[in-house]
């Protein structure tokens, strides 16, 4: 890759971060919220003052063409990105960097390293991007059962290998990142217009394996919509899927591997439904008085057929600190695309919807048609988009600074959802208050919405104290996740499992479906080698 | 239930069936086929008639008052509907009848059930309205590991138990057949709006297990998209879902059992995504000069992002067949609902693409709005309409006249699909004429489109001999499947696989899937009682 590579800390590659007016912004935000003028800071340790264990294992000679025990390698594949993985980060804190990492370049490789982990007794731990914020990818060992740890990283799997047109779907290597895997696209005339938070930074494979929420508000939420066939390598073989539009032969084989979070195999490639470059666009920002009157708007156009691209909202908190709004305002950010109509009849019986619920359209509504196709890159709805990229890069500078901030996620059933907000923000906020003595902020919008309910995304702050920031951040996730998961919502709508929301998942899901899982997988991986303790225990 | 019982033989209930008008056009067509004045027709017995084994259990005391040995019940739960269900059915062969028959009034009756036939080594068959053609409902003993059968309909557990108008969902018991589930959602303003052609005669629950297709040709084709969560009751115990609108928390548990066909366990009540009662209509008939022409207009519209809730495409012979053409003319019956606006401008775009590949509108675009809004019950769309309906009617005359007339139904990408039309098309006429030694027919329309291939639905109709008919069936049976997953498609887009298309489901799924559903069903099935045989062996 002739890119820069991947911070072993921090979000994206090495060179890149928030500029200094970024940072003032962001840093300003929490100053003003917290009253304080400036903040207890940390050093990070760089990359070579980091004390990494000594290799329980060493690359064996077969496998030593694709794998390293370097430095850089296994402290950039110690940690996905959620709190604590940060927190442990900068305190320098490696233990559980992988005795090496694999780069495996074809499905072969993949299998060598697997038949390697089974002999060698050591967890294999398949990687993506790393963007996962749920404790998905980092390695375990026990000493007893697991006694090394290797992590398989995907990205030489990086080329879309066929398209077929006539189809609009593309046969794509699970290793493939966000911006390549549109790039090999585009010449094509496609693209799979999937975009999470993580684009940049993400891999396909690591979309399908944790159920992934992209571009769509609506319809085509998550990955799963998006996959065609599968091809997945597990420990006891490869399984393939047919290309099928559509099936009713027994219960979906893809849909048992589209979530497995990497315990049941790897995925290899997947053929994945594609979209034509949309050649029609409509974008508006909407204002409502309250993010309970932009929920009912949000609502009336779930349930009315309209499919929008985008209809997130904001409450008026979010809105402000992401300076898309002064904080009196909730605001929906509402877009229609297509690659073959023109959206006008589309976005006016939406903004109906809106001014029944009191939404006014910002000023652009007096533009032309030709502002309104680029309404969604400008005003409130632009700011917020910006913002919405640039984030990830805030949490490297604000976690050294004392600050916890995270996100959860969910989705309740509308008929639910007044009252589930109202609980989950309060027993939040009040878990701030207890774990660090001061007032924090808790902040809601819609990421995706469906005709029966939205997915509410939760943000909050908190200005913890070095030394217990763990153990904050630790209580506010737990009240947090006990107030969504007794008020009936899940434990993650699209940021997945992982093994830091398993004691909420066990709540969840079934427990005989757990049953079943664990069956299959012993099946599929008879020695437990894939990321043990993730969504399961044997 | 206060309506007449359905038919031991034959569609429907005890009464009804097509009138003499109907049954001479079906008849003169087919004489008209095959150069017949008359056909060799064979008398039915009648249910007094009828040589039922002896009961190999009786039935337990406990549960005598939902139980029943009586010979209708038994008789009527021997067989489902598929071909050579009719042709023994037809012959007086009733050796696979169940032993009794339970009708359990709620979830206790249903687990009392599973009990006895634990401890009495007797197979378990889950039955709705017993309208599988794939050989999903016959009892299964083999004398050694099972030595009795029990068939559980479900048709006592008939509510809509609650509804959530602000979510637009309700909570419905799986025995509830099509017309009662929509007259009680009715009461609410809301409807499922899915319509098998088997709706009169099957239930949710039967739709669920099978993946059912429905009403809408695009967007929500099968029953799976409307299951927000679902009650299980296995052998093990009970599996209950979390009702959400999305989740990403590991691979979904509904999908595990959507589709499972009874063999994991009995769906006793599910909450299901509702509809609005459509208040806006826009329909047509569009005729094409062939029928690759029109499945590129369908291609086109598929992929427009404009989702019509029927776009199916008959081929000319099947036009004819059914009255809604002259055979010269492929007809696409295109139609768009919505309770929330008018679809002027959906149906416009919709008519332009067809145009693109010179499909031309019925006469009814000469007319009005209001008409418009009826197009759908008016002209060739009407009449197929009507067809559809009354077509499994047909069977219980045509069988016992030595017609052989069946349907598959699978689905293909769009780059493979006219090849593979042609293949499978070709595959079964030429086993017809070697099966039969008289030239038969097969046409093909499409039933549920995506925008990345169609779901192909294919009758045949040959003229078979007495005494050789399920020979002759087995061998066009045989031909097409082969054709059809060798081509590249799947065993069956909404049929189900039941026993019948278990050889090429075999070839289809990934193995290591099937290992997987066997362990799975090992946990929640240990004594292996649901449906054996039906999608895996164990």
């Known amino acids: 890759m002739t890119d820069a590579r991947l911070k072993h800390y921090g979000w994206g590659r090495e060179g890149e971060g928030m500029s200094t007016e970024e940072r003032d912004f962001v840093l300003s935000r929490y100053k003003q919220k917290f009253g304080r003028a400036a903040f207890d800071t940390i050093v990070v340790p760089g990359l070579e003052d980091l004390a990494l264990p000594t290799p329980r294992v060493t690359v064996p000679a077969s496998l030593s063409r694709f794998c390293t025990s370097e430095r850089y390698d296994r402290a950039a594949h110690a940690y996905g990105k959620s709190y604590p993985d940060y927190v442990r980060a900068m305190h320098g804190d490696y233990l559980c960097a992988p005795d090496f990492v ?265 533009q032309g048609q030709e502002q309104e196709q680029d309404a969604h890159l400008a005003g409130a709805a632009g700011i917020w988009r910006n913002a919405f990229i640039r984030m990830p890069y805030a949490r490297e500078f604000l976690n050294p600074a004392g600050i916890i901030n995270d996100t959860f996620e969910t989705a309740i059933t509308w008929d639910r959802f007044e009252d589930f907000h109202d609980k989950v923000k309060a027993a939040t906020e009040r878990a701030i208050l207890q774990a660090t003595g001061v007032r924090g902020e808790v902040t809601c919008r819609f990421t995706h919405i469906y005709p029966d309910g939205p997915a509410p995304y939760f943000s909050f702050h908190a200005l913890g104290r070095h030394g217990a920031l763990i153990k904050q951040w630790q209580a506010i996730k737990d009240a947090a996740s006990d107030a969504l998961i007794e008020a009936g919502g899940t434990i993650t709508h699209h940021h997945a499992v992982g093994r830091d929301h398993r004691p909420w998942y066990d709540r969840q899901r079934p427990e005989l479906f757990a049953t079943a899982l664990r069956a299959a997988k012993r099946e599929l991986d008879p020695t437990g080698m894939l990321n043990p303790g993730v969504l399961i225990d044997l």
């Open 102 to 366: 694999a780069y495996p370049r074809d499905e072969k490789e993949i299998s060598a390293v697997m038949d390697f982990a089974g002999s060698a007794g050591a967890t294999l731990t398949p990687f993506g991007g790393g963007s996962s914020v749920c404790g998905g990818v980092e390695p375990r060992v026990d000493g007893i059962r697991y006694k090394a740890a290797v992590t398989l990283d995907l990205r030489n799997l990086n080329k879309v290998v066929e398209v077929d047109a006539t189809s609009r779907a593309a046969l794509i290597e699970a290793g493939t990142y966000g911006p390549s895997l549109e790039a090999q696209l585009k010449v094509h005339g496609f693209s799979l217009r999937h975009f999470p938070q993580s684009f940049e930074y993400s891999t396909l494979g690591g979309w399908i394996a944790t159920r992934s929420g992209g571009h769509f508000a609506s319809l085509y939420t998550h990955i799963d919509d998006f996959v065609e066939s599968l091809r997945v390598i597990a420990p006891r073989g490869v399984v393939e899927t047919r290309r099928l539009p559509g099936s009713g032969a027994g219960p979906s084989p893809d849909r048992l591997f589209i979530g497995s979070e990497g315990i049941l195999g790897v995925i290899s490639c997947a053929w994945m439904r594609l979209q034509p470059r949309p050649k029609f666009r409509a974008g508006a920002s909407v204002r409502f008085a309250s993010f309970f009157k932009a929920a009912r708007a949000v609502r009336a156009i779930a349930q009315a057929g309209l499919y929008p691209s985008n209809c997130r909202i904001l409450d008026p908190a979010e809105a402000y600190n992401t300076a898309a709004g002064d904080g009196s305002v909730a605001i929906m950010v509402l877009a229609f695309e297509s690659g073959d109509h023109p959206l006008g009849v589309w976005m006016g019986r939406a903004l109906e919807c809106c001014a029944d619920h009191g939404g006014s359209r910002e000023q652009a509504q007096e």
